[in-house]
Each structure stands twice: as C-alpha cells, then as structure tokens.
C-alpha cells in the first residue's frame, strides 16, 4: 500500500526575526560604555559565559571561579553600598512570575541567593534583562558614588 504525502501549498513566510543579543555581547558594551563615559571606573567581568576547555575550568575553580557570582562587579562605593554587582540576562528573559516571585529554576534561585548574601554585607547586587536595563541599573548605582563622567 502506497501511503500518500500533502504538501503544504502555503509559501514559508520569510519572517526575520532579530534574535536577542547573547549576555556575552551585551557585556561587552556595557564595558565598553562604562570605558568611554567613566574611564577611571574599576570593573570587572567575570568569565561565567565563556566555555572553557576542561582542565582549565577545574584550575578556574580551584582559583575561586563560582558558577553563579555576578557578571560584572563596580569597585566603587556610593552612599549605601559598598560596591556593585551586575547579573546579566538575555533580553527577553523571565526573571519572575506574575506573583512577584522568581521562576523555579535552580540556576537563577542560586544566583539570587549568592545576591541575598552581597546585600547582607553590604553590596548592590541585582539581575539585568539585557542592555538598556544593565545601563539603567549602573547609570543609577553611579549617581549617588563620588565619580564624575566625563561625558554628560
């Protein structure tokens, strides 16, 4: 018996559709901005999103790498805290439900707990969904710490 295959008549659509921006490169901006507009600022990326070969990730560890520690940590104080510290999510992300609360995911609840334990000691520590929440976020932290722009 012969079994008979349809095909669609309907065209594929040629939809483009931008996908969002990887952390990885949004990270890079947010340095790169935070270079030109505060060029005596102090920060620090962490390697969290890069793939490393295997060896080098157990010497990585060994040093003190953490899986869930911040994407990128101001040394500079301001008025309330004592330094900041930036996690960085893809646009697009879902941080939390319609209640308020986080989304059952065992990375980001690790992730937010390692936050809990910076702000107990002191520190600004938040997520950021993509660039211009990142910008906003630091832009804020930066306005109340004794560093000035050098671009208004």
């Not at 390697?47 to 940590?73: E, W």
């Not at 995911?105 to 390692?114: S, T």
């Amino acid at each position: 018996m012969l079994m008979k295959t349809f095909r669609s008549k309907t065209p594929k659509k040629n939809i483009t559709q931008s996908k969002p921006e990887l952390e990885y490169d949004t990270q890079v901006r947010i340095v790169n901005y935070l270079a030109e507009r505060y060029p005596t600022l102090i920060v620090q990326g962490s390697l969290g999103g890069i793939r490393l070969p295997i060896g080098n990730a157990v010497k990585a560890k060994k040093m003190g790498n953490k899986k869930d520690f911040p994407d990128l940590t101001i040394a500079i104080p301001n008025k309330k805290y004592a330094g900041c510290f930036i996690e960085l999510k893809r646009e697009g992300t879902q941080l939390y439900k319609s209640n308020g609360q986080l989304v059952t995911n065992e990375h980001l609840r690790a992730q937010d707990e390692l936050h809990k334990s910076l702000r107990a000691v002191g520190y600004y520590a938040e997520f950021a969904v993509g660039y211009q929440d990142a910008i906003q976020k630091i832009e804020q932290y930066l306005s109340t710490a004794d560093l000035l722009p050098i671009i208004d």
